[in-house]
């Protein structure tokens, strides 16, 4: 059975406008956007001094702690270096005519002066580690791949 209307009609319904309540007036809502505005700028500048002191002092960690890891870095270059000399003078010891660091009693590099320091290359200075470590300072310090 379909539904029908109620006996009389339906009541009568209002069709004219009704406006929206008015919370805040126009000048009351720019008090609000420019305090809003204003708290946070000050939250951005403190959390942005905040920031860069926080930056200041990761890098003075930084430079106090640098001339102590290149100071242990070149103790432990140096004791490397000391450590391939001594296995060079073990495993040729009964060569006749070899002087440790020369190519047969003839120095490596002809040009320069015996007080003169050249830098081993990466295979030669980690030539009697473990490959596990040879891997590791190889493959941590090349930028190349």
Not at 61 to 68: I, M, Q, T
Not at 69 to 85: G, P
Not at 100 to 116: C, K, Q, R
Not at 120 to 134: C, G, L, M, N, S
């Amino acid at each position: 059975k379909q539904d029908m209307p109620p006996e009389g009609g339906y009541a009568p319904f209002s069709v004219k406008r009704i406006p929206a309540k008015i919370l805040f007036s126009g000048y009351r809502l720019f008090g609000l956007y420019a305090a809003f505005t204003g708290v946070s700028l000050y939250i951005l500048k403190t959390q942005f001094i905040r920031k860069k002191l926080i930056q200041l002092e990761a890098f003075d960690g930084h430079n106090a702690l640098e001339p102590l890891l290149l100071a242990e870095n070149d103790r432990l270059y140096l004791k490397q270096l000391k450590k391939n000399r001594e296995e060079e003078r073990e495993l040729m010891k009964n060569v006749p005519g070899w002087v440790v660091g020369t190519y047969f009693g003839e120095p490596i590099y002809h040009t320069l002066s015996h007080n003169t320091h050249m830098d081993p290359i990466v295979e030669e200075y980690f030539a009697h580690t473990e490959p596990k470590i040879f891997d590791y300072n190889v493959h941590y310090w090349d930028h190349n791949y």
